[in-house]
């Protein structure tokens, strides 16, 4: 474990992650995709252990894209059933740990037992007042915005608010992770600088940090680099660098 220590308070409070790059590593070593897939687990574990170490208040990892269901239907299998049984072996460990499991996305379209098994891991670590490990899985930054104004529409109709009324706070509390802070840094990995429709309303002023590592290869070594680089960015939020500096003077 390395012993590199960062001030708190510069700290991100929430970090999000696009674990890409599975399939190009695996493709490297003459191997499938899905071999790409699992060799992936080892990084999440690793990831959630440097944030949980630090004391990060949240990490969201995106695992399955709503448009992920495109692929082919043997690989969409093999991420599903991975996903069941990292769930049911890791579980345990997180709840031990004191560290909160969500899963945010659109969770209908999975099968019936891998939504009980969702539904079970909330509720055990519900409580726990550690890192906040978000794991997006059928999730889509449009899908959640969505949903949103859906709700607000309804409030609308039931007479519950006027539209002079809807802020932007309004659309926030009604997103995925409502009670959780925007996010600070997003990493992506395997040198493709997008977004691919991750969380479009909470990355607003997101530092972006692209690493050209395939996620296999992503270890505490690459977060804690990440996080380095995050902790030198002057975030200006729309003021002018002087502006701040004032701040910081007074
Ligand atoms: C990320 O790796 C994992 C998922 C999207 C499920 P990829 O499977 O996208 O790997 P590449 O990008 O094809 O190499
Ligand atoms: C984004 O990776 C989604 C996840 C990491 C789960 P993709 O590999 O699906 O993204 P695109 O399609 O290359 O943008
Ligand atoms: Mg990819």
Known sequence: MSDIQFSSDLLPQHIAVIMDGNGRWAKQRGKPRIYGHRMAVKSVRETISTASRLGIKAITLFAFSSENWKRPEEEVNVLMDLFMTVLTREVK???????????????????????????????????????????????????????????VAQQVSEGQLQPQDITEATISQH??????????????????????????????????????????????????????????RERRFGCTSEQLQSLMIQ
């Not at 945010?104 to 909330?122: H, N, V, Y």
């Not at 794991?135 to 969505?146: E, L, M, Q, S």
């Open 93 to 151: 460990k997180l709840h031990k740990n004191n560290l909160r499991l969500q899963i945010i996305g659109d969770k209908t379209r999975f099968s019936p037992a891998l939504q009980k098994k969702i539904a079970a891991a909330e509720a055990l670590t519900e409580a726990n007042t550690g890192t906040v490990i978000n794991v997006a899985a059928n999730y889509g930054g449009k899908w959640d915005i969505t949903e949103a104004v859906k709700q």
């Open 175 to 232: 997103l995925s992770m409502a009670d959780l802070p925007d996010v600070d840094l997003m990493i992506r990995t395997s040198g493709e600088c997008r977004i691919s429709n991750f969380m479009l309303w909470q990355m607003a002023y997101a530092e972006l940090y692209f690493t050209d590592l395939f996620w296999p290869e992503f270890d505490e070594q690459a977060m804690l680099d990440a996080i380095a680089w995050f902790i030198n």
